[in-house]
């Protein structure tokens, strides 16, 4: 059993910064792959980035690679997901997740074993 907890989503400017933090519970979090997803106001969630339970492998969806950076810490069990350049559209709420498998599986969201319940990211002028 994983249970998830983000923070760090708040209002932002359109070209800033955030970093998004994943607090898990649990002995056996480091052989989990960690994602983030996003669901914006009425659309469906969709997947942003992912980390192996390594840490060695990760895997971003197309609309954010170059702007995102997913990493973990093991030894304090939390995911990251850096965001930069920030967008009117990547206004959302953002979940952690977390899977057995690799992380291009993340990519497909049934395979999410476990969510955290979602921290609201706004970008805004």
């Known amino acids: 059993q994983v249970q998830l907890v983000e923070s760090g989503g708040g209002l932002m400017h359109p070209g800033g910064s955030l970093r998004l933090s994943c607090a898990a519970s649990?002995?056996?979090?480091?052989?989990?792959?960690m994602g983030w997803f996003r669901q914006a106001l009425g659309k469906e969630r969709e997947f942003v980035a992912a980390?192996?339970?390594?840490?060695?492998?990760?895997y971003y969806a197309d609309s954010v690679k170059g702007r995102v950076t997913i990493s973990r810490d093991n030894a304090k069990i939390t995911v990251y997901l850096q965001m930069n350049s920030l967008k009117p559209e990547d206004t959302a709420v953002y979940y952690c997740?977390?899977?057995?498998?690799?992380?291009?599986?993340?990519?497909?969201?049934?395979?999410?074993?476990?969510w955290g319940q979602g921290t609201q990211v706004t970008v805004s002028s």
């Open positions: 997740a977390a899977n057995h498998g690799s992380p291009r599986a993340m990519g497909i969201i049934r395979s999410v074993e476990y």
């Open positions: 649990g002995r056996t979090f480091s052989t989990y792959s």
């Open positions: 980390i192996s339970y390594s840490g060695d492998s990760t």
